[in-house]
Nanobody, 126 residues
């Protein structure tokens, strides 16, 4: 079992920035692919960004391309989601997820991830 711990959510004005962190205590994060998903009230959980094992590839939802950046710090066993130019429609609970199986491309669906964090709320005021 892999424990994932998200942090960094909060309240921000539209146009502002937040950085989310996903930590995996005691794990070598480079052995896992990590994805960020979000879920707004009444909506399905959707893919936001992902990074493959060993950080070889990244992918983003069209709605966040150019505004969000996913990165990893293997020394800290942490994956980050830098969110800039936030919009009210970005407001949601953000989840990080991980899987350990090898693939070149980033997994885009919830079913492809085995481990999930508890989520962190991002609120964007207009």
């Amino acid at each position: 079992q892999v424990q994932l711990v998200e942090s960094g959510g909060g309240l921000v004005q539209a146009g502002g920035s937040l950085r989310l962190s996903c930590a995996a205590p005691g794990r070598t994060f480079s052995s896992y692919a990590v994805g960020w998903f979000r879920q707004a009230p009444g909506k399905e959980r959707e893919f936001v960004a992902g990074i493959s094992r060993n950080s070889s590839n990244t992918d983003y939802a069209d709605s966040v391309k150019g505004r969000f950046t996913i990165s990893s710090n293997n020394a800290k066993n942490t994956v980050y989601l830098q969110m800039n130019s936030l919009k009210p429609e970005d407001m949601a609970v953000y989840y990080c997820a991980a899987h350990g199986w090898y693939r070149n491309t980033v997994a885009l669906t919830t079913a492809e991830y085995d481990y999930w964090g508890q989520g962190t709320q991002v609120t964007v005021s207009s």
